[in-house]
């Protein structure tokens, strides 16, 4: 069974920094893109940022420079450090593995960028 299980989501000050982490079970966690997406109210789930199995990141143009995406293999571990938060960050933040065809989603953790 396989399960993303997010963590470190919560309220934040404008300019302040929240760490999540995404804790993957059940796949062959080297072999995967890891990825986190956001939604906010009434928009599309949109790519924040993505990190190959071999290291090679992108990013969203909004946060370049803010965020940086890595990943820890032996604990099987995704984290996205959050910098220089801004109101507009604010969004439930979701877990993507991927290795098509396969893919997986977490449940989401909630990010509130207010003061």
């Known amino acids: 069974q396989v399960q993303l299980v997010e963590s470190g989501g919560g309220l934040v000050q404008p300019g302040g920094s929240l760490r999540l982490s995404c804790a993957a079970s059940g796949i062959i966690f080297s072999i995967y893109t890891m990825a986190w997406y956001r939604q906010a109210p009434g928009k599309q789930r949109e790519l924040v940022a993505a990190i190959t199995s071999g290291g090679t990141t992108n990013y969203a143009d909004s946060v370049k420079g803010r965020f940086t995406i890595s990943r820890d293999t032996p604990k099987n571990t995704v984290y996205l450090q959050m910098n220089s938060l801004k109101p507009e960050d604010t969004a439930t933040y979701y877990c993507?593995?991927?290795?098509?065809?396969?893919?997986?989603w977490g449940q989401g953790t909630q990010v509130t960028v207010s003061s």
């Open positions: 993507n593995a991927a290795n098509r065809p396969r893919q997986y």
